[in-house]
């Protein structure tokens, strides 16, 4: 299973938040993660996705594009 999700920190790693898409796409289910949510599967094509970072407004935070792939099959991965 190859996924990738987005997740934050607003204290330089101590703490992480799972961040869920605003808008073009969504988590699915997956078991590469806890919580067990992230991108995963291939549509053949780009798709915009948003993220609502309103939550940090004025902070400094570190956001974390995670992307973990097992060894059964390789592909590209994730373009951001």
């Known amino acids: 299973v190859d996924a990738g999700r987005v997740i934050i920190s607003p204290d330089n790693g101590t703490t992480f938040y799972l961040v869920r898409p ?3 796409g969504s988590y699915a289910a997956t078991s590469v993660f806890t ?5 995963s599967g291939s ?9 609502d970072l309103g939550r940090w407004a004025g902070q400094r935070i ?3 594009f995670d992307f973990k792939a097992d060894a059964q099959t390789q592909r590209a991965g994730w373009y951001i």
């Open 35 to 39: 919580p067990a949510e992230g991108f």
């Open 22 to 24: 605003k808008a073009g």
């Open 43 to 51: 549509n053949g094509a780009w798709q915009p996705v948003s993220f």
């Open 62 to 64: 570190l956001v974390v």
